[in-house]
Every structure is written in C-alpha cells, then in structure tokens.
C-alpha cells in the first residue's frame, strides 16, 4: 500500500508579513524552519523512496530540513516548476490588509480562495491545477503505482490543487481548504489508487 506525504513549506517572511507571496522566491523564517524540522520528525521511519518539490527556495530548504530531521538525507529529489506556487500577479508583494482596503475583503477573498476567478495579472487555482494534476500524473503517480511512497514539499495553492484532485472535492468546497505550513498530510492508497486513510501527522 503506496503512501503519499504532502507538506506544505514552513513559514515564509512573507507569510510572517501577510504578503502575497505567489511566485517570488523569499526564505523560510525561523519559525518556518523548525516547523520543517518537526515535519521531519513525523516522518522518520517511513520507507519513503523518492521526494519532489517546486523549484522556490522555501519549499526546496522545507525538503532539505525534513529529510535531515527523519533521517532521509540521500532521499533524490526532484525539483520542478509545475509544483510552484500560484503566481498572483499584481498582488505579489503586496499587503493581505491593504490590498483588502483598496478592493475590499470580498474580493480579495474570492481571488485567494475561488477555484476559476484570477487575481490580476496572476493565476487562478484552476490554473495552477492544469500544471499541477498532470506533472502529478506523469511524474508522482507512476511511482506510487510501483509501491513507492512519495514525498511531495510544495505550496499552499499547488496543493490545494492537488488535494482537490485526490479527494474530489468540488469548485465550490476548495472555497474552505486550507494547507497548514509544516504539517504532513499522509495518504494511504490502495494499488488502483483510491485513497484508503488521509491524516495529519
């Protein structure tokens, strides 16, 4: 039975700042390194054979801290842009609460949380899904299905996307998912990949 560990990267400056971080490549703080390091923690003793991460400094450093604290160090991993983060354009950089001022929080809201509406200039979560599911499809699933457990360090939009995919949930139930940083989120599939136990270490 095939295991697969999602964790969202501990926290970034940003996140600490309540900016957009979408694609720009800012580090973990502190906090968001020890976050990765209790990940790692969680997940010693797991047989995992192969991990994947975006290629942003914060999920790639998120990896390198779990792997060390569960006791993976030579785990390969492979870095892929298709895994980044949701790019919120315009909004990138900017303050959650201010940009909530000048366009109001109903809209910021449904530009962070809606699955098909885009922020400007950026991606929308179904966006970031149309990278996101196939690059799973072609490069994570194939392994999974050979038995091999997965370990994938990634984003808060890009898995969101992916967990829509795993769990089928609907456009307008993504609306309420939030990935927490730093918490392992442990799928436990059968060989036809259906979902037999999902938790949170």
């Not at 962070?112 to 072609?138: C, H, K, M, N």
Request: proline share 5%.
């Amino acid at each position: 039975m095939p295991l697969l560990v999602l964790v969202r990267h501990g926290q970034s400056t940003f996140n600490l700042e309540n900016r957009f971080t979408g694609e720009e490549d800012v580090p973990l703080t502190e906090k968001g390194r020890e976050e990765a390091k209790a990940a790692g923690r969680k997940l010693t003793g797991l047989p995992l054979a192969h991990g994947f991460t975006s290629i942003l400094q914060r999920a790639i450093d998120t990896m390198t801290l779990i792997l060390q604290a569960s006791d993976h160090p030579g785990l390969p991993v492979t870095h892929d842009r298709a895994l980044n983060e949701r790019n919120y354009g315009q909004l990138q950089g900017l303050n959650k609460a201010e940009v909530a001022r000048q366009y109001g929080d109903e809209e910021v809201a449904i530009w962070r949380r809606s699955f098909s509406v885009r922020p400007p200039g950026g991606e929308s979560l179904a966006d970031t899904a149309a990278r996101v599911i196939p690059y799973y499809r072609q490069s994570i699933e194939p392994l999974l299905r050979e038995g091999q457990d997965i370990l994938v360090v990634a984003h808060g939009n890009s898995l969101r996307s992916l967990v829509m995919q795993l769990e089928r949930i609907s456009e307008e139930d993504i609306v309420h998912v939030d990935v927490p940083t730093g918490v392992p989120r442990l799928y436990s599939l059968s060989a036809g990949m259906q979902i037999e136990k999902v938790e949170y270490l």
